[in-house]
Protein backbone atom coordinates (compact mmCIF):
# COMPACT_ATOMS: atom_id res chain seq x y z
CA UNK A 1 0.00 0.00 0.00
CA UNK A 2 1.43 3.54 -0.80
CA UNK A 3 1.98 5.61 1.31
CA UNK A 4 2.98 9.47 1.24
CA UNK A 5 4.30 11.79 3.84
CA UNK A 6 4.73 15.41 3.90
CA UNK A 7 7.13 17.19 6.29
CA UNK A 8 6.95 19.37 7.80
CA UNK A 9 3.71 19.13 8.71
CA UNK A 10 3.60 22.97 9.60
CA UNK A 11 5.76 25.95 8.63
CA UNK A 12 6.23 29.70 9.27
CA UNK A 13 8.40 31.89 7.17
CA UNK A 14 9.18 35.56 6.82
CA UNK A 15 7.93 37.16 3.69
CA UNK A 16 10.77 36.75 1.37
CA UNK A 17 12.68 33.40 2.45
CA UNK A 18 13.03 30.57 0.19
CA UNK A 19 11.55 27.39 1.41
CA UNK A 20 11.05 23.76 0.59
CA UNK A 21 8.28 21.13 1.28
CA UNK A 22 8.95 17.79 0.96
CA UNK A 23 6.98 14.81 -0.30
CA UNK A 24 8.05 11.11 0.39
CA UNK A 25 6.40 7.98 -0.62
CA UNK A 26 7.60 4.46 -0.08
CA UNK A 27 6.41 3.16 -3.35
CA UNK A 28 8.97 3.85 -5.71
CA UNK A 29 6.81 2.39 -8.69
CA UNK A 30 4.92 5.71 -9.71
CA UNK A 31 3.45 7.31 -12.86
CA UNK A 32 2.98 10.72 -11.91
CA UNK A 33 3.18 13.21 -9.02
CA UNK A 34 1.14 16.52 -8.38
CA UNK A 35 1.44 19.57 -6.11
CA UNK A 36 -1.89 20.91 -5.01
CA UNK A 37 -2.37 24.07 -2.77
CA UNK A 38 -5.53 24.00 -1.06
CA UNK A 39 -6.67 27.59 0.71
CA UNK A 40 -8.99 27.19 3.83
CA UNK A 41 -12.56 25.85 2.91
CA UNK A 42 -11.17 25.43 -0.74
CA UNK A 43 -10.86 22.95 -3.36
CA UNK A 44 -7.39 22.73 -4.57
CA UNK A 45 -5.43 24.16 -7.32
CA UNK A 46 -3.31 22.25 -9.32
CA UNK A 47 0.53 23.81 -9.19
CA UNK A 48 3.10 21.41 -10.59
CA UNK A 49 2.58 18.42 -12.60
CA UNK A 50 5.82 15.89 -12.98
CA UNK A 51 4.90 12.86 -15.37
CA UNK A 52 7.05 10.20 -14.98
CA UNK A 53 9.74 10.58 -17.73
CA UNK A 54 10.49 14.31 -16.21
CA UNK A 55 12.70 15.35 -12.87
CA UNK A 56 11.38 18.51 -12.44
CA UNK A 57 8.94 21.42 -13.65
CA UNK A 58 8.49 25.01 -13.13
CA UNK A 59 6.50 27.07 -13.21
CA UNK A 60 6.63 31.05 -11.82
CA UNK A 61 8.31 31.09 -8.42
CA UNK A 62 7.83 27.54 -7.74
CA UNK A 63 9.85 24.33 -9.04
CA UNK A 64 8.69 21.00 -8.54
CA UNK A 65 11.46 17.94 -8.97
CA UNK A 66 11.09 14.14 -8.56
CA UNK A 67 13.27 11.61 -7.87
CA UNK A 68 11.23 8.31 -8.14
CA UNK A 69 14.38 5.54 -6.80
CA UNK A 70 14.29 7.63 -3.40
CA UNK A 71 10.84 8.11 -2.92
CA UNK A 72 11.06 11.52 -2.80
CA UNK A 73 9.78 14.73 -3.87
CA UNK A 74 10.44 18.49 -3.40
CA UNK A 75 8.40 21.96 -3.76
CA UNK A 76 10.56 24.99 -4.06
CA UNK A 77 9.32 28.05 -3.16
CA UNK A 78 11.23 31.13 -4.13
CA UNK A 79 10.44 34.23 -2.56
CA UNK A 80 8.14 33.86 -0.52
CA UNK A 81 4.84 35.95 -0.32
CA UNK A 82 2.12 36.36 2.09
CA UNK A 83 -0.33 34.85 -0.61
CA UNK A 84 1.97 31.42 -0.10
CA UNK A 85 -0.31 31.14 2.63
CA UNK A 86 -2.30 27.83 1.89
CA UNK A 87 -1.72 23.95 2.58
CA UNK A 88 0.33 22.09 0.17
CA UNK A 89 -0.75 18.57 -0.91
CA UNK A 90 1.61 16.12 -2.95
CA UNK A 91 -0.56 13.40 -4.82
CA UNK A 92 0.94 10.57 -6.41
CA UNK A 93 -0.25 8.42 -9.69
CA UNK A 94 0.80 4.87 -9.38
CA UNK A 95 0.08 4.01 -12.76
CA UNK A 96 -2.32 1.98 -14.98
CA UNK A 97 -4.95 4.49 -13.89
CA UNK A 98 -5.37 3.18 -10.17
CA UNK A 99 -6.36 5.47 -7.63
CA UNK A 100 -3.93 8.74 -6.48
CA UNK A 101 -3.07 8.61 -2.78
CA UNK A 102 -2.38 12.63 -1.73
CA UNK A 103 -0.27 13.30 1.19
CA UNK A 104 -0.69 14.42 4.64
CA UNK A 105 -0.26 18.19 3.40
CA UNK A 106 2.05 21.35 4.80
CA UNK A 107 0.75 24.07 6.21
CA UNK A 108 2.66 27.11 5.13
CA UNK A 109 2.43 30.39 6.80
CA UNK A 110 4.27 33.37 5.53
CA UNK A 111 4.14 36.11 7.48
CA UNK A 112 4.38 39.87 5.97
CA UNK B 1 -8.30 24.22 -19.31
CA UNK B 2 -10.19 21.34 -18.24
CA UNK B 3 -12.63 22.45 -15.46
CA UNK B 4 -14.84 20.22 -13.14
CA UNK B 5 -18.03 22.04 -10.83
CA UNK B 6 -19.74 21.27 -8.13
CA UNK B 7 -22.97 22.07 -6.75
CA UNK B 8 -23.81 22.92 -4.29
CA UNK B 9 -20.66 25.08 -3.07
CA UNK B 10 -22.18 24.35 0.12
CA UNK B 11 -25.42 22.88 2.20
CA UNK B 12 -26.84 22.43 5.48
CA UNK B 13 -29.17 19.53 6.09
CA UNK B 14 -31.23 18.15 9.13
CA UNK B 15 -30.27 15.04 10.84
CA UNK B 16 -32.17 12.06 8.08
CA UNK B 17 -32.19 13.75 5.38
CA UNK B 18 -30.44 12.84 1.49
CA UNK B 19 -28.37 15.21 -0.04
CA UNK B 20 -26.80 14.92 -3.37
CA UNK B 21 -24.06 16.08 -4.82
CA UNK B 22 -23.54 17.00 -8.55
CA UNK B 23 -20.01 16.52 -10.43
CA UNK B 24 -19.57 18.33 -13.92
CA UNK B 25 -16.50 17.79 -16.30
CA UNK B 26 -17.70 21.00 -18.09
CA UNK B 27 -15.24 20.55 -20.91
CA UNK B 28 -14.00 17.17 -21.44
CA UNK B 29 -15.78 13.64 -21.08
CA UNK B 30 -14.67 11.88 -17.73
CA UNK B 31 -14.57 8.28 -18.35
CA UNK B 32 -13.98 8.17 -14.46
CA UNK B 33 -14.56 10.29 -11.61
CA UNK B 34 -13.26 9.98 -8.17
CA UNK B 35 -14.92 11.29 -4.85
CA UNK B 36 -13.20 12.68 -1.86
CA UNK B 37 -13.68 13.29 1.38
CA UNK B 38 -11.80 15.70 3.80
CA UNK B 39 -11.93 15.90 7.25
CA UNK B 40 -10.62 19.59 8.94
CA UNK B 41 -7.09 19.64 9.19
CA UNK B 42 -6.66 16.42 6.96
CA UNK B 43 -5.70 15.15 3.41
CA UNK B 44 -8.35 13.25 1.34
CA UNK B 45 -9.70 10.34 1.60
CA UNK B 46 -11.05 8.29 -1.96
CA UNK B 47 -14.37 7.31 -0.98
CA UNK B 48 -14.82 5.70 -4.50
CA UNK B 49 -14.59 5.70 -7.79
CA UNK B 50 -17.16 5.72 -10.71
CA UNK B 51 -17.04 4.92 -14.06
CA UNK B 52 -19.39 6.13 -16.79
CA UNK B 53 -22.73 3.43 -16.96
CA UNK B 54 -21.34 0.89 -14.36
CA UNK B 55 -21.63 0.97 -10.93
CA UNK B 56 -18.82 2.87 -9.25
CA UNK B 57 -15.81 0.74 -6.55
CA UNK B 58 -15.74 1.74 -3.12
CA UNK B 59 -12.86 1.86 -0.57
CA UNK B 60 -12.55 -0.13 2.01
CA UNK B 61 -14.74 1.27 5.32
CA UNK B 62 -17.37 3.69 2.83
CA UNK B 63 -20.84 2.39 3.12
CA UNK B 64 -22.05 1.90 -0.33
CA UNK B 65 -25.51 1.86 1.10
CA UNK B 66 -24.99 5.29 2.65
CA UNK B 67 -22.74 6.97 -0.40
CA UNK B 68 -24.95 6.45 -3.17
CA UNK B 69 -23.02 6.85 -6.46
CA UNK B 70 -24.32 7.34 -9.69
CA UNK B 71 -22.41 8.39 -13.35
CA UNK B 72 -24.72 8.65 -15.90
CA UNK B 73 -22.31 10.16 -18.61
CA UNK B 74 -19.60 11.28 -19.42
CA UNK B 75 -19.75 14.35 -17.63
CA UNK B 76 -22.06 13.54 -14.83
CA UNK B 77 -21.46 12.23 -11.27
CA UNK B 78 -23.88 12.30 -8.51
CA UNK B 79 -22.94 11.29 -4.85
CA UNK B 80 -25.93 11.02 -2.66
CA UNK B 81 -25.44 10.94 1.10
CA UNK B 82 -28.50 9.22 2.91
CA UNK B 83 -30.11 9.65 6.10
CA UNK B 84 -27.07 12.01 6.68
CA UNK B 85 -25.95 12.70 10.54
CA UNK B 86 -23.94 14.78 12.21
CA UNK B 87 -20.66 12.48 11.68
CA UNK B 88 -21.26 12.75 7.90
CA UNK B 89 -20.62 16.47 7.61
CA UNK B 90 -17.35 17.25 6.18
CA UNK B 91 -15.90 18.48 2.63
CA UNK B 92 -16.70 16.49 -0.52
CA UNK B 93 -14.04 17.08 -3.53
CA UNK B 94 -14.33 15.01 -6.90
CA UNK B 95 -12.21 14.91 -9.34
CA UNK B 96 -12.63 13.65 -13.37
CA UNK B 97 -9.81 11.97 -15.25
CA UNK B 98 -10.01 12.75 -19.01
CA UNK B 99 -11.29 10.49 -21.37
CA UNK B 100 -8.41 10.51 -23.89
CA UNK B 101 -5.04 12.05 -23.70
CA UNK B 102 -1.51 9.92 -22.56
CA UNK B 103 -0.99 11.78 -19.34
CA UNK B 104 -2.84 10.39 -16.43
CA UNK B 105 -4.03 13.15 -14.34
CA UNK B 106 -6.99 14.37 -12.56
CA UNK B 107 -8.90 17.48 -12.73
CA UNK B 108 -10.49 18.42 -9.20
CA UNK B 109 -13.80 20.39 -8.74
CA UNK B 110 -14.01 23.13 -6.11
CA UNK B 111 -15.27 20.85 -3.33
CA UNK B 112 -19.09 20.93 -1.79
CA UNK B 113 -19.15 21.44 2.46
CA UNK B 114 -21.73 19.31 4.07
CA UNK B 115 -22.87 20.47 7.56
CA UNK B 116 -25.86 18.08 9.13
CA UNK B 117 -27.61 19.53 11.67
Known amino acids: KQEVTQIPAALSVPEGENLVLNCSFT??????LQWFRQDPGKGLTSLLL?????REQTSGRLNASLDKSSGRSTLYIAASQPGDSATYLC???????????FGTGTKLQVIP | GAVVSQHPSWVICKSGTSVKIECRSL??????MFWYRQFPKQSLMLMAT?????????EQGVEKDKFLINHASLTLSTLTVTSAHPEDSSFYIC?????????????FGPGTRLTVL
Open chain 1, 50 to 54: IQSSQ
Open chain 2, 27 to 32: DFQATT
Open chain 2, 50 to 58: SNEGSKATY
Open chain 1, 91 to 101: AVYPGGYQKVT
Open chain 2, 95 to 107: SARAASGSADTQY
Open chain 1, 27 to 32: DSAIYN
